[in-house]
């Protein structure tokens, strides 16, 4: 197997579990996600903003903590 397609492979892989993991709230909890969509909602546009961020500056630093353990 290539380089390339082990990429490609790995990236599908992270994504489906991506996919698997947002489902998780839906399936588990509806009546709850009900709930956050609401709350969410509510929030003010920069509130949302300051809060996907801080999500996805915790997901780079998650991501390249793992990264640097696996090599």
């Known amino acids: 197997m290539s380089l390339q397609s082990e990429s490609l492979s790995y990236l599908l892989m992270m994504f489906g579990a991506l996919l698997v993991m947002e489902g998780i709230p839906y399936f588990g909890f509806p ?30 630093v998650l991501i390249l903590a793992i990264r640097d353990i696996l090599s």
């Open 31 to 60: 009546k709850a996600v009900k709930q956050w969509a609401h709350w969410i909602h509510s929030l003010p546009e920069k509130k949302m903003r300051a809060i996907g961020f801080g999500i996805m500056a915790v997901g780079i």
